[in-house]
């Protein structure tokens, strides 16, 4: 088989861009079986990929930016519901204030539990390394 610049075979090129496109399918899909006929191979197939260390690396870590960037846009949206609620404090009985102020509410909650969430990764983290650091001592 021949390889590329870069030394790799074509096989391997071909199979790593269709193990991308599969993560990507696995995040999109409601279903393992919807998933691996989105990029067009078996299910059986899409299973051995997953019990593969590499490949599952690769799909946590995708699904992690993914958990991150969903994240930073609840975040971004918490001044706008602290802006509905005080509007629907000031206004009080229009209509749909209470599926707004739920909303609302819902938003900013989920929100704080995300910093949280991530305020406690990052002492986890630093506690992990410098367990580290002592025991290579």
Not at 20 to 47: D, F, G, M, W, Y
Not at 54 to 70: C, H, I, V
Request: hydrophobic share 35%.
């Amino acid at each position: 088989m021949k390889a590329d610049k870069s030394g790799q075979k074509m096989g391997e090129k071909s199979r790593e861009r269709l193990q991308a496109r599969a993560i990507n399918a696995l995040l999109s899909s409601p279903s393992l079986e919807r998933a691996a006929q989105k990029v067009h191979v078996c299910s059986k197939t899409l299973s051995r990929w997953l019990a593969d260390p590499e490949f599952r690396a690769a799909y946590e870590t995708k699904k992690r930016d993914y958990l991150r960037a969903g994240l930073g846009n609840l975040t971004r949206k918490v001044f706008d519901a602290g802006e509905i609620l005080a509007e629907v404090a000031h206004h009080r009985g229009r209509k749909y204030q209470g599926p707004r102020t739920a909303a609302a509410s819902s938003l900013i909650k989920l929100a704080m539990d995300a910093a949280i969430l991530e305020d406690l990764q990052e002492r986890i983290a630093k506690l992990e390394k410098q367990g580290q650091n002592e025991n290579s001592i």
